[in-house]
C-alpha cells in the first residue's frame, strides 16, 4: 500500500510531498531523493530522522510500516550540525 508523506529539511528549507510504498526502507527513500534532487541531504549527514508530530525518531534501516509511519505522516530530517526544532 501506498501512503503520502512529507519530508522536511529544516538546514535547506526544504518541504517534499511524496508516495511511497509502505514496505520501503526510509533510507532507500532517502538516498533516490539524494540521487535526483539537487541540494538534498547525503546519507552521509544525515543525523536523524524524527515523526515532527511527535518528535520521536525513526531507525531509517526500517520500513514505513515497521516504524509505525503512516500517510500524513511529516518527517523532519536533521543533518549533522544542524539544528531541530521550528
Not at 14 to 23: L, P, S
Amino acid at each position: 500500500m501506498n501512503i503520502k508523506i512529507t519530508i522536511e529539511v529544516p538546514t535547506r528549507e526544504n518541504k517534499i510531498d511524496i508516495r511511497v510504498n509502505q514496505e520501503q526502507r526510509m533510507k532507500t527513500t532517502l538516498g533516490v531523493l539524494n540521487e535526483n534532487r539537487k541540494g538534498f541531504i547525503p546519507l552521509s549527514n544525515i543525523e536523524t530522522v524524527r515523526i515532527k508530530e511527535t518528535g520521536r525518531q525513526v531507525d531509517i534501516r526500517e520500513t514505513y510500516e515497521e516504524a509505525g509511519i503512516y500517510t500524513g505522516a511529516i518527517l523532519v530530517v536533521e543533518e549533522k550540525g544542524g539544528e531541530y526544532g521550528e
